[in-house]
């Protein structure tokens, strides 16, 4: 266990809906990132939040967007859904955002746009 | 951007035996970090081994070793003993020092390693 929580486990939308996915750091840790991973793929970076602010991006549209709030939780909103965003979407978080700090992952919420 | 490659897209090894999974990587940086993350059904990334660029010495943990060869940029993973529960897909990724990149991980699209009795 790695102490990172992500909800909901799955879900299914239709193509052009809106979906916001949550995440629970691990304790003490300030500094979120969030992957896409599609099948049979590796995961892919969108982007990272560090005392609440966005500070590294991903090759990701302006419809995907994030959160961190003050206990440094997180949520990635996705907006205008398609098909192509059916993926899992892994939360990791790490203590400070420094090159040399471990990285935790959670068990990911699958998305499945119909 | 910073490309990790795994050309192995699978591997298999019967139990007790050793296997080793290859990754290469490109980047034109000196200062980074490499990692092998495991990925079982469960789909939780468990890491397994990093390696600090500026080390020379191979990192180890328990039965897992790698083979760092900065100049060649390769990164390869050792599985020595190996057991049923290592069979899952394995990762590798590069994380850059600079902190424009937000520290992403790259990954390599992965290797599936099956493990036989």
């Known amino acids: 266990e790695t102490g990172v929580t992500q909800s909901p486990t799955h879900l299914i939308k239709t193509r052009g809906q809106q979906v916001t996915l949550r995440c629970s750091s691990q304790?003490?840790?300030?500094?979120v990132s969030w992957y896409q991973q599609a099948l049979g793929q590796g995961p892919q970076f969108i982007f990272q939040?560090?005392?609440?602010?966005?500070?590294g991006r991903g090759n990701f549209p302006p419809r995907f967007s994030g959160l961190q709030f003050p206990n440094y939780s997180s949520e990635l909103n996705v907006n205008a859904l398609e098909l192509d965003d059916s993926a899992l979407y892994l939360c990791?978080?790490?203590?400070?955002?420094?090159?040399?700090?471990?990285?935790?992952f959670g068990e990911g919420s699958w998305l499945t746009v119909v | 951007a910073q490309t990790v490659t795994q050309s192995q897209p699978e591997m298999s090894v019967q139990e007790a035996e050793t296997v080793t999974l290859s990754c290469t990587y490109d980047?034109?940086?000196?200062?980074?970090?490499l990692f092998w993350y495991k990925q079982p059904p469960s789909r939780q990334m468990i890491l397994v081994i990093r390696?600090?660029?500026?080390?020379?010495q191979n990192a180890t943990e328990n039965r897992f070793s790698v083979n760092f060869q900065k100049a060649a940029k390769s990164f390869s993973l050792k599985i020595s003993d190996s057991q049923l529960g290592d069979a899952a897909m394995y990762f590798c990724?590069?994380?850059?020092?600079?902190?424009?990149?937000?520290?992403?991980?790259?990954f390599g699209k992965g290797t599936s390693l099956l493990v036989t009795p």
């Open positions: 980047t034109s940086e000196s200062d980074y970090y």
């Open positions: 939040y560090y005392r609440e602010e966005e500070n």
């Open positions: 304790s003490g840790h300030n500094t």
């Open positions: 990724a590069y994380r850059s020092s600079n902190s424009n990149s937000g520290y992403a991980l790259n």
């Open positions: 990791a978080s790490s203590f400070e955002r420094s090159s040399g700090n471990t990285i935790y």
């Open positions: 390696q600090e660029a500026y080390k020379q």
